[in-house]
């Protein structure tokens, strides 16, 4: 049987991720092809059952919990798979993609690279590693206004960890040289909030 590819999508936030799987989802829908979408639980900021980009297009989707749930919910004749959000999603991840591809299924996933602290997400960096083609978006930055914004950066100051839903009310995209910025200008307001 003839291999599936595997697509990986990565970016910040508001990179267009999002937009460009569901083009992706187009292009299946257009050529009457069988697909599914699946989407993590935990990303529930628009609609439960829909994966949702920024500018409001929007495809049904199955939410899971586990990176097995997908291989539950197939019927098995799906001519491509599409995820979404993948840094929620477990690292087993890569099992059920790779199986998918092995019976010729073509699978593309989209999600964050990085957190907001610029420590990869481990589900993201291992389906790059396997993936045959691997798409590297970029959004406007917040700060500059350059189309160079490779990293998200968290304008609220919370004890959350790296794993927090959430959108423009706490994450901006920015460039290397802004995230730098931002994180000294951070730091100086830590130090001068601990003198006085
Ligand atoms: N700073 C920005 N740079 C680029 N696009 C932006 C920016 N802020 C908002 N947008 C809008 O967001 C859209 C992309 O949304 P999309 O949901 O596809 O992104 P995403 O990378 O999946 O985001 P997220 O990781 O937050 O889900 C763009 O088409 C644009 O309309
Ligand atoms: C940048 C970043 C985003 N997120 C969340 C915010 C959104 O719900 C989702 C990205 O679309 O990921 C995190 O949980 N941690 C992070 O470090
Ligand atoms: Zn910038």
Partial sequence: MKS???VVIVGPMYSGKTSELLSYVEIYDLGKKKFKAFKPLI????????IVSHNKTKVNAIPISKPEEILKNIDGDEKAIFIDEIQFI???????VITLRKNGVDV?????????KNNVFPTTSVLMSYADEVIKKKAVCHECGEYTGTISYKI????KGEIDVGGFEKYIA???DCYTKLNKKKEESKKMNRLF
């Fill in 4 to 6: 599936g590819r595997l």
């Fill in 90 to 96: 477990n690292e087993n991840l890569k099992d059920v």
């Fill in 43 to 50: 990303d529930n900021r628009y609609e439960d059952t829909y």
């Fill in 156 to 159: 609220v100051e919370d004890e």
């Fill in 174 to 176: 920015v460039c290397r």
């Fill in 108 to 116: 593309y996933c989209s999600g964050l690279d990085l957190t907001f």
